[in-house]
Nanobody
Framework: VQLQASGGGSVQAGGSLRLSCAASGGTFSTYFMGWFRQAPGKEREFVAAIHWSARGTSYTDSVKGRFTISRDNAKNTVYLQMNSLKPEDTAVYYC???????????????WGQGTQVTVSS
């Protein structure tokens, strides 16, 4: 499956962005989807994941209550709504697809190209 992330940009602290990730070439509705991010000089880290049925989600503690992951299987797209953004959210954000429920990046087989999010104070 091919993944194309979009929606990144530059915002001030407290602002919002909505990331999208469009999938093609596979059966999107069977994949567990995740968002990860990588800040300069840091390892790529888990941000959020959603079950193929959208009935389950998981978030890293630092984004709980601010970020919301969702998906539209009819549009083969997963979203990450990011509110109350902070400078520490600055990173390249990647979407990824896995064949089972996981938050471990090593278990995600397919990755998008990444989209830059920059939050200024």
């Amino acid at each position: 499956v091919q993944l194309q992330a979009s929606g990144g940009g530059s915002v001030q602290a407290g602002g919002s962005l909505r990331l999208s990730c469009a999938a093609s070439g596979g059966t999107f509705s069977t994949y567990f989807m995740g968002w990860f991010r990588q800040a300069p000089g840091k390892e790529r880290e888990f941000v959020a994941a959603i079950h193929w049925s959208a009935r389950g989600t998981s978030y890293t503690d630092s984004v709980k209550g601010r970020f919301t992951i969702s998906r539209d299987n009819a549009k083969n797209t997963v979203y990450l709504q990011m509110n109350s953004l902070k400078p520490e959210d600055t990173a390249v954000y990647y979407c990824a697809a896995a064949g089972s429920w996981t938050t471990r990046k090593i278990e995600y087989a397919y990755w998008g190209q990444g989209t830059q999010v920059t939050v200024s104070s």
